[in-house]
């Protein structure tokens, strides 16, 4: 495919140390298709998983638009498979009428994501938009159980998982409003609150579930050696699911993927071995679980051990810290409580501290937790307004709040 392009544009991209192909400004099915062969050439899912994104790059926010004018109803199946022909050596016969298909399926879910941004849908739009999309999650699922794909493309299903995620819970949303305004705003829509949607029914969303739920026992039953295995997209895909899970309010259905870790975890590489990212999601809300189920020491080490993995610039990390925060606020309260509540305003640091070395060793005298470091902890909760009260060092004693509550959120 490279020859096919300009010898302008080629000493443009050389001078850039820029490879064709990827998503030039201009860009159609043609360079489409070409970052197509190099990532087939590279062996790069990456690279070929932004083949099949649903959202132009912001540098070319035409690009889709210009992709889908390039074929039409008539002749797209005829154009596909041209482009997918050309690199037909290095791909099997299955694996290119695989990759045909799915790229049939993907222009046709453009279009009508297309169709959805012009206003063309009245009141049907997002779930139009679902069910295509849905077509092209279940038709990469296809070409990893019947035709061959390899572990290296694991990124496509990651891409394709994440916005049926965000398209089901669009379709929901035009369901339960009955609005259809038909502006969609999907880079908005991407970034909204991951806990439990107010609708009466979550139809889509709970569809886009089981289809999850297919990419994960995808992942865990593959019996390839594990260089070559699909495990390796576990985590991911349980994140994803998580995700689904608690935007459902179906705590429970993600207590099962984790017996279902825990049960595969002798065939499975160590969690060190998986991508950072990966790990820092997955312990963030196996922390969340165990918070839930006030589990709190446990919750405290995971949400404490996603914290750190983060990166410094990492905006979410304020979102790990307070969870950890309140998973200290909810174990002082029990102890509070435990000792007459809001009949008794004070409570001794050495108390709280032996309820949190309780928490994390069984018992509340052995431990390295220091008094001294609990009474800094709870500063910390009061400076953060998740405790109302104060500290007498004096007395080495916290002076909760006698009016409204002394642990806020929590109706005490």
Not at 115 to 138: C, F, L, P, S
Not at 250 to 257: D, G, Q, R, T
Not at 359 to 371: F, Q
Request: aromatic share 10%.
């Amino acid at each position: 495919m490279d020859e096919q392009f300009s010898c302008d544009t080629q000493l443009r991209l050389s001078t850039l140390n820029v490879t064709p192909g990827l998503y030039l400004v201009g860009a159609n099915m043609e360079s489409m298709f070409a970052t197509f062969h190099l990532a087939q050439h590279q062996g790069s899912g990456p690279i070929l998983a932004t083949t099949l994104n649903p959202i132009p790059p912001a540098h070319d926010p035409t690009l889709l638009r210009r992709f889908h004018k390039d074929s039409n109803v008539f002749s797209i199946y005829n154009d596909i498979q041209h482009y997918i022909k050309i690199s037909q050596s290095r791909l099997t016969k299955s694996e290119g009428n695989a990759w045909i298909e799915i790229y049939v399926a993907f222009w046709k879910a453009i279009g009508e994501i297309l169709r959805a941004e012009t206003g063309h849908h009245r009141d049907d739009w997002a779930i139009k938009v679902y069910e295509a999309w849905k077509e092209v999650t279940n038709l990469l699922i296809r070409g990893f159980s019947h035709a061959g794909f390899g572990a290296w493309l694991m990124p496509c299903l990651y891409t394709a998982g994440k916005y049926l995620r965000v398209f089901a819970i669009k379709a929901d949303e035009e369901k339960a409003t009955k609005v259809g305004n038909g502006t969609m705003k999907m880079e908005e829509d991407i970034l909204a609150d991951d806990i439990t949607v107010n609708f009466e029914k979550n139809e889509m969303l709970e569809d886009a579930a089981r289809v999850l739920n297919k990419v994960f026992t995808l992942c865990i039953s593959d019996r390839a050696p594990i260089e070559e295995s699909r495990k390796w997209g576990l985590y991911h895909t349980t994140n994803l699911l998580f995700k689904t899970y608690f935007k459902l309010n179906s705590i429970s259905l993600s207590k099962n993927c984790l017996r279902a870790l825990q049960a595969a975890k002798s065939d499975m590489p160590p969690m060190e071995a998986f991508p950072k990212s990966h790990i820092v999601t997955f312990r963030y809300y196996v922390g969340v679980i165990q918070f839930l189920d006030e589990e709190y020491s446990r919750a405290e080490e995971n949400l404490t051990a996603a914290w750190h993995m983060c990166h410094k610039t990492a905006h979410r990390n304020k979102d790990l810290e307070r969870a950890r925060d309140i998973c200290l606020r909810n174990l002082l309260r029990k102890v509070w409580l435990l000792q007459g509540g809001k009949e008794n305003t004070r409570v001794k640091v050495r108390i709280l501290a032996a309820g949190v070395r309780c928490s994390m060793y069984g018992d509340g005298e052995r431990g390295e937790v220091e008094d001294e470091e609990v009474e800094c902890l709870v500063a910390g909760l009061i400076y953060k307004n998740l405790l109302k009260g104060y500290i007498s060092r004096e007395h080495a004693t916290v002076v909760l709040n006698r009016k409204g509550e002394a642990f806020p959120g929590t109706g005490v």
